[in-house]
């Protein structure tokens, strides 16, 4: 079974920055796309952005949109998400997914998650 491990949450003030990271196991990274999503308190678990195993980005909401970017080392067998000026809304747990290839249209599609890191954002 594929095993992901997120890392890098943590308490940060608004403007601050943040890079999470996904550790995979089990499983080779290179031939996965990896997906990041986030579940702020009382509301459901949306996606942030994935990566294909072939480089190509997907976008699954505009929330983020020049704050966050997503990356992979695959010598690392780690993929990460970078996020900068955050805000407090950007508050919640962030996950991250692993499917075979591509990245799936919506967050069903993925096979494998972790078991998200906190991310919170407050002065």
């Known amino acids: 079974q594929l095993q992901l491990v997120e890392s890098g949450g943590g308490l940060v003030q608004p403007g601050g920055s943040l890079r999470l990271s996904c550790a995979a196991s089990r499983f080779t990274l290179d031939y996965y796309a990896i997906g990041w999503f986030r579940q702020a308190p009382g509301k459901e678990r949306e996606g942030v952005q994935c990566?294909?195993?072939?480089?190509?980005?997907?976008n699954y909401g505009d929330s983020v949109t020049g704050r966050f970017a997503i990356s992979r080392d695959n010598a690392k067998n780690t993929a990460y998400l970078q996020m900068n000026d955050l805000k407090p809304e950007d508050t919640g747990i962030y996950y991250c997914?692993?499917?075979?290839?591509?990245?799936?249209?919506?967050?069903?599609?993925?096979?494998?998650w972790g078991q998200g890191t906190q991310v919170t954002v407050s002065s």
């Open positions: 990566l294909s195993s072939s480089g190509r980005i997907t």
């Open positions: 997914a692993a499917e075979y290839y591509d990245c799936p249209s919506t967050e069903g599609g993925f096979g494998s």
